[in-house]
């Protein structure tokens, strides 16, 4: 994306767009997956790709929130001494065995994942979801600080109609998942509002509000559990 000087009047419905990254993330997932099947790639390299591929082409932003988030919770600090630590720019611990986690747990399970185009849609669809939710929280969640870049684009936001596009995209990508598989989508979907109620939870107990950080730590673990969904549910039917 070229470089950009936000100002106020050109963020009122930046949010709504936020799901068609999600939406291009998904498209090259499935074309990382057609190439792979055409050239017959093993299974550690097709899930070598499609854990780093999300990664590359966000430039890492939400895994870096995702790491200070793990850092702050981890320090099991003050309120205050929580929110200052999601400011840090240094790496702790916790964001360190968190990260490699991070990466082991999504690689073992693209590993254990049955190659099926149906299911690889869904998820692509997943991603277009995990945001659309993601930035329902910045329109509707308290925010724990009255500065930073979700603080501004929060306030900056037409909350109430950018609530409604992005519910919009909720029913009908939830919808197309549902037509898809009904089994697996549900689970995708019910693991995914799971995730979410549990994100407003933490961020209202530990940290009053929701942060940019915190958005990104809820993307990522959001994602995460929706591939854990269609793996467990793969084996189980």
């Known amino acids: 994306m070229p470089r950009t000087e ?77 929110l200052e630590i999601l400011k840090d720019s240094n790496c702790g611990a916790f964001a360190v065995i968190g990260c490699c986690l991070f990466f082991l747990i999504t690689f073992c399970l693209w590993t254990e994942w049955k190659p099926d185009r149906t299911t690889l849609c869904l998820l692509a669809l997943g991603f277009v979801w995990s945001r659309a939710l993601s930035g329902l929280s910045v329109v509707q969640f308290p925010c724990a600080k009255t500065s930073g870049l979700l603080a501004m684009f929060s306030n900056a936001a037409a909350k109430q109609r950018t609530a409604w596009i992005l519910m919009g995209y909720l029913f009908l990508f939830g919808g197309l998942m549902l037509l898809l598989q009904p089994v697996v989508g549900g689970a995708v979907l019910g693991t995914s509002l799971g995730m979410f109620g549990f994100y407003y939870h933490v961020s209202r107990k530990e940290f009053a509000g929701i942060t940019g950080d915190l958005a990104g730590w809820f993307l990522q673990l959001c994602e995460l559990v929706e591939l854990a969904a269609v793996v467990l549910v793969q084996k189980w039917i």
């Open 6 to 82: 936000w100002k106020k009047e050109d963020m009122r419905y930046v949010m709504c767009f936020f799901p068609l990254v999600g939406l291009v993330i998904g498209l090259v997932l499935c074309g990382w997956g057609w190439l792979a099947g055409y050239l017959r790639i093993g299974a550690g390299l097709f899930a070598g790709g499609m854990t780093v591929l999300p990664v590359l082409l966000t430039g890492g932003i939400h895994l870096d929130g995702f790491c200070d988030t793990l850092d702050a919770l981890g320090s099991r600090q003050s309120m205050e001494r929580k």
